[in-house]
């Protein structure tokens, strides 16, 4: 597994792990639609075919000969856009499978999200609770009918499919929590509502964790840390809690909401975090 496809490579996980794997020398192949963004891959050794999900012949010409696609395009930015979510994140994922089946694509790895979980499961989700394909958040709902037409390609045709759950991914510079801190107080969720946070360190390392352990085809995991941080700390550590929050609120109904379980990963690839907390990452000066 040494020749590699990777969709998404402009974006924040993306560029982030393509970077990661080509200092490994790995032979990578990146799909972008605008090449002028994909420079500083280029620069490092990434072949980049432009294109898109919606591109029949440039998906062909982006498989061809791959040992291994990690797929993490996704569209997620606009609330509004629920076709263009869609297209993206359920049709274009499919149409991707197909292409790479079709190659010959020995594995094909698909980074999926938490926010696929419903609010109440009493405990933390694992991942084979029930999911609502219904989902009225488009970003949840396309990813789910993604995930599904994944796995019954995996049981009707026999094609290595593993997917790889995401908590919210932070470090390495990533703008996500500064994005993430002056909208929390428009969430109107309670301070003590956790976020279960993952690393970039951890998203490449369960990524490749998924590519090379044989067995696991058919497969769905979650990622994320060890210690779910709550809005309140989140905030507190921007010195914005005062500001986010009301000085009184009810007890927190649902405490395992947005929390979840990653023993199946833990026990199925030895994945131990490497950054097992916010707080360690901002230690470490890697946020």
């Known amino acids: 597994m040494k020749k590699i496809l990777i969709t998404g490579a402009t974006g924040k996980v993306g560029s982030r792990f393509a970077a990661r794997i080509l200092a490994k020398g790995y032979e990578v192949r990146i799909l972008v639609r605008d090449a002028a963004k994909a420079t500083s891959l280029t620069e490092r050794g990434a072949t980049a075919i432009v294109g898109d999900l919606s591109n029949t012949d440039a998906l062909a010409e982006a498989v061809k000969g791959m040992d291994a696609v990690i797929h993490i395009a996704a569209f997620f930015r606009s ?35 938490g926010n696929v979980y419903g609010s109440d499961y009493g405990r933390p989700a694992k991942e084979d609770d029930a999911v609502d394909i219904n989902d009225p958040r488009a970003y949840s709902s396309s990813k ?22 995401l908590g919210f991914v932070y470090g390495d510079k990533d703008p996500h929590i500064e994005e ?9 969720r309670h301070s003590g509502y956790r976020m279960h946070m993952v690393h970039h360190l951890d998203v490449a390392q369960g990524l490749m964790l998924l590519l090379h352990t044989e067995g696991l085809n058919g497969e769905i995991f979650n990622v994320a840390d060890d210690a779910p941080i709550s809005l309140f700390e989140l905030a507190d550590s921007f010195g914005k809690a005062a500001d986010t929050f009301p000085a009184q609120e009810e007890p927190l109904a649902k405490p395992f909401e ?21 707080y360690v990452a901002r230690d470490l000066d890697i946020l």
């Open 79 to 113: 609330f509004t856009d629920n076709e263009g979510i869609i297209k993206t994140n359920h049709t274009g994922t499919v149409a991707l499978a197909h292409a790479a089946m079709a190659a010959g694509v020995k594995r094909f790895v698909f980074t999926s999200t």
């Open 144 to 165: 789910i009918a993604a995930e599904n037409e994944l796995i019954a390609l995996h049981k009707t045709k026999g094609f290595d499919v593993r997917v790889l759950r």
């Open 180 to 188: 993430i801190i002056p909208v929390l107080k428009n969430w109107k």
């Open 258 to 278: 947005g929390i979840m379980n990653i023993s199946k990963l833990r026990s199925k690839t030895g994945f131990r975090p490497l950054v097992p907390s916010y």
